[in-house]
């Protein structure tokens, strides 16, 4: 017996090109049938579904990091809202201080017009009165003057004695 | 380095065994001394039927190469099994022959000018045929690919109709290991570019080894058949890996093979490009190899166990019982480590076929390693 005898007689080591043909045509038809139908669909919807996994760590990534900007952009409103009231208050205050002391001013300047008023009113009053006074004065005189005058120059000689008197005078300037 | 580990010894196991096995054949029958090669096997299956004497390497041979029917109980010389369709076609004599295999009578009557010897068919007027039997093997990996499609189909359609939702059932059964053919295998020897239009073929090749190498595993029908532990169905397999990385090489692969770049010209074609050319052939090779040295040294080891139960039986019956529980538990032993090496062997074919196409697609600014 020698080796090469060994390997003739092995049914284990001679492949038989019937089976080689069976095994070829059951995998290639398996090959083709799985792709189509098994590894096809089951490889889309496993990339599918790892990208939806991922997408949905992503945007739970997103919105956390959303809602701490969030958080901080409420406390910026707080802060910012605080401020603004403050500032409203200061403005009422001033505001109303402002009113008061406008209406203060308004006041006294009305109370001063009205004043200025009554005084002129009360000078022109007087000073009418004054004229009126002045008038009747003027009017008492010149009657005065006229009787005066009548019995002065009732005589001839009485006007002559005037006229030379006045006449004195004009020489004298 | 594991994986190699068990590889080497598992070759060391099935060249031992086939010694043996050989050696117990020729040296079963003094005729075979002087006898002609060829008819050796005949003459010593003669001398089985005419003592009945247990012969542990016919029994062994006998369960891990392919049949004609699928031996189901009883005794050799007149077993319950169940026929399967022999296909023959001859030019010479009566054309194609479509027959159950049941037609033979296991040997005892020949049908349409062919006869059963030693379980293989022959002509008895010695013309030229082909033999496209659906056989003990064929059988088993239809069974193998419909059960594939029955499986991977329907887990399709679970994904279909749950679109975007956690596995569940079938699901979850299956798409850990899809994954990792996709992630681990594919995508980390491929590369990320060019793994994609791979991997249908890695994952079919993988379930195709795994599941063949399960059903091996299971002693009764309808599994049991020595599917990848067949030289015939390795080196179908090797061939496709060889196709592949025949056709899908670019030109920086192969000018790395046929011209290796900054290396003398003397140097390249009388070392680098014999070297590398054989090389090409040489992986494939080794795949086929190693696939079917390590299922059917698997399947000889078992089978070896049980056979020890008879062995021992045959010079007293109360050897056979006592070292049953022995046999028994390495047997239980060696069931459990086939386990993993079905899982292991299969991972390896998909592992080193991803990393032979990696080579063959890696682009020129990758590391140059030779």
Redesign the interface.
Known sequence: ?NI???L?????????????????L??L???F???K???????N??S??EE?IQNALDSAKKAKEEMASLQADNEKILNEAKAERDKLLKEGREMKDAIIAEAKSKAQKEGERLMAISRENIHNEKMAAITELKNQVATLSLEIAERILKEELSSQEKQKTLVKALLDDVNLN | MRILTITRSKLFLLIAG??F???R??AGDPE??AAH??D??DTTATAEHNDEEFKAGEFI?DH???KYDWHLWGPHSDPVSIPLPV?LYSSEAGGLSIFLSSKFHHGKEAHNGYMLKE?HIEREDGAAF??????K??TE??IA?LL??WI??S??KA??RR???APKGLQSF??PI??FV?DDLAKASIGEKHYKRF???L??AFF?IFFNNLLGLIPIFPGGANVTG????T???A??VLIITLFVGNKHYWGHILWMPGVPAWVKIFLLTPIEVIGVFQRPFVLMIRLFANI?AGHIVILSFVCLIFVFGSSSAAGGWGFMPVSMAFALFMNAMELLVAFLQAYVFALLTAMYIGACVEEPHHAEHH
């Open positions: 017996m090469h005898g060994v003739l007689l092995n049914p284990l080591l001679s492949p038989s090109y019937g089976l080689i043909v069976w095994t070829l059951a995998f038809t398996i090959l049938l799985l792709k139908f098994a590894w096809k669909p089951i490889l919807a496993l599918e579904r939806s | 086939i010694l096995l050989s050696g054949v020729l075979s001394q090669e060829a050796t096997h041979v891990v190469t392919d296909i379980g082909y033999d496209f039997s659906i056989t093997t064929v990996i239809l690919s594939m499609l991977f189909i887990a399709a994904y279909a679109p975007g939702q299956v798409e899809i994954l996709r991997v249908p073929f994952l079919t195709f067949n030289i015939a169905v080196f179908t397999l061939f496709l059917a």
